[in-house]
DNA sequence: CCGTCTATATATAAGCG
DNA sequence: TCGCTTATATATAGACG
């Protein structure tokens, strides 16, 4: 965008890049904003220059809001370092990291019981709504299998059992311990009635456009071309 | 950028907005990528649409190692967080509790985002779709309280503002003015919000403001328009 | 939702003080 | 480094399939 049209390849002259680097982090900023303002995203934004000074921005001001989200989704999966490491500084370091997620997580986890809600807003509040609807349909989905299953397995047991009334109770445990997978667990058929639980969850909001698959978008990494998923049209 | 100009505030259409959200995410992904190749920076970018699905950038394709470099320079700011202990075995016993909670919270995170689901039972299922169940009516009882504290507020400014319709642009931002509660690393980004947008139309159109009310303002930086987060950095 | 096309608005590479 | 100007390269709003 200039005078000359420019190679996506790190630039060597070292004022130039750094000219670039200024004037580039400021129209990356600028836009980071506005796609927020404009679309009510949630944007956070982290740059460090090749010197290692850090520039950001978030949405809100607050990148602790927005990593904590990010982690959400990530499940906090992120590496729980081992401290094998000897240098006695690092420990109190890693713990305080480790004591800081921890916060994190159960600050979430009440949340996700209902509790605590004051400290939200209103947009985390919906992103939590919409969360747990969607949990709550996986759930039941996961529930409704499991109680079909036992609900099979119940109903061939009393088939066979209706075939040969004669055989006393241990018989028939040993005839059914072949199929039946660990045997004590086995619920009562009073469990039964929650299947219709399933069904009561209808006009619930699924207003994903069938692209949902997908939790994040993976970048690869690449020294040279743009990637073309990220590339709208090459043409003019 | 584009047919029209447009205005830095919430657009109003949903269609409009969606498809906005979907350009501009990948332009400020594709720059995003570009000054972290050309400048040689080291580049993450988190951005949730409004429905809350993750879109992200990051150098090398690893976030985690940019957050990682992030909390660096948070933590080096509030280590004292730590527990004061001395015995230098002490640490090692703690940091392999704090980690053990932390693994048993992560498992349950993802129990209440519907994953990971196959190794619960039927009855933990069930108490956890009770669970959830109060959770979310909880949460749509605070959410609806939200919105109606957001709306009378609004209702309130809109009164406020139509009793003094002759302040010019800079005067109205002035006098929302606030310390915006910089988030303190190296760079003390004030914060922009949804109020001065409203003042930030160039005259055109005066389409209603629907707008949400957040405390801290933007702060002119000089008599430029540019906010001050973007404005050129003085470093070493 | 995704891709295309076109007219415009913006971003920015270079050059200069 | 810093600002400012200018010529161009890009990004993208709006409309359509």
Redesign the interface.
Known sequence: MGRGR?Q????ENKIN??V???K????????????S??????????????KG??????T?????R??E??E??S??????TS?NLES?GS????????????EV??R??RH????D??S????E????????????????T??DK??QE?NNLLAKKLKEKEKEPAMNQWEQVQNHELNSPSFG?T?PLS?MN?IS?IYQSVGENT?NGGN?AT???????S??V??QW???HMDN
Chains 1, 2 share one sequence.
């Open positions: 420019v996506l390849k790190r630039i890049r750094q670039t680097f200024s580039r982090r400021s129209g990356l900023l600028k836009k980071a904003h506005e796609i303002v404009l679309c009510d995203a949630d944007v956070g934004l982290i740059v460090f220059s090749t000074k850090l520039f950001e921005y978030a809100d001001s607050c990148m602790e927005i990593l989200r990010y959400q989704y499940y906090a999966e992120r590496k729980l401290p006695p420990w109190s370091l890693e713990y305080a990291k480790l004591k800081a997620r921890m997580l159960q979430n986890q996700y019981m209902g509790e809600l004051d939200l807003r209103l947009k509040l919906q992103s939590l709504e919409h969360q747990l609807d969607t949990s709550l349909k996986h759930i039941r996961r529930k499991a109680l036992q667990l619920q469990s929650m639980d207003s949902e939790p994040n978008q993976q970048i690869p990494s020294n040279t743009m990637p990220m590339m709208p």
